[in-house]
């Protein structure tokens, strides 16, 4: 859920460089508008709220340097191709170390790769399985995800990526 204190192109609200857990702090603490809203609900024991999709910020906040370690925001730092044959269909997660030898789930160790590229490289080292990643996992800015975003056409993000409480749910570190 992207914060705007500007009218932007309806696109480019959908981007989702907030968690959804942010987005619901940032209206119970009274911090901005919602603009619209999904269907989906959000339950406590305490409260009920429909997930916002846009909020406008009420004062300025200083805009955060790095995003959400989100799935959507993997794939979107990836730009939703694999990293190591640049397939965008069939798209799953790699440990670049894998779990299975201490790989972490962080910025630095996950990269997008189909699922025959998962499949192939298993639980090996990129030297072992003899692949090459076309750049290595790293945390990206808040810019470098607004200019990926930029790359894709007009609601594609939104339509293709509609389980965003899957999708925008921060990662375990
Ligand atoms: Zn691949």
Redesign the pocket.
Known sequence: MLPCRHRVRPWFLTLSLWSWQETVKAVFLDRVNIVSEYDTMVRSPSFEIRLPSVVSLKTYVKPALYPAFTRFNVFLRDRF???????KHDLTFDHVVPRARGGMTKWENVLT??????L?KGSQSLHAAGMKPMQPAYRPTVFELHRNGRLFPPNYLHESWMDYLYWDTELEE
């Not at 191709?81 to 397939?87: H, I, K, L, P």
């Not at 790769?113 to 998962?118: K, L, T």
């Open positions: 191709s694999c990293q190591y044959c640049g397939d790769a189909c699922a025959p590229c998962n192939k």
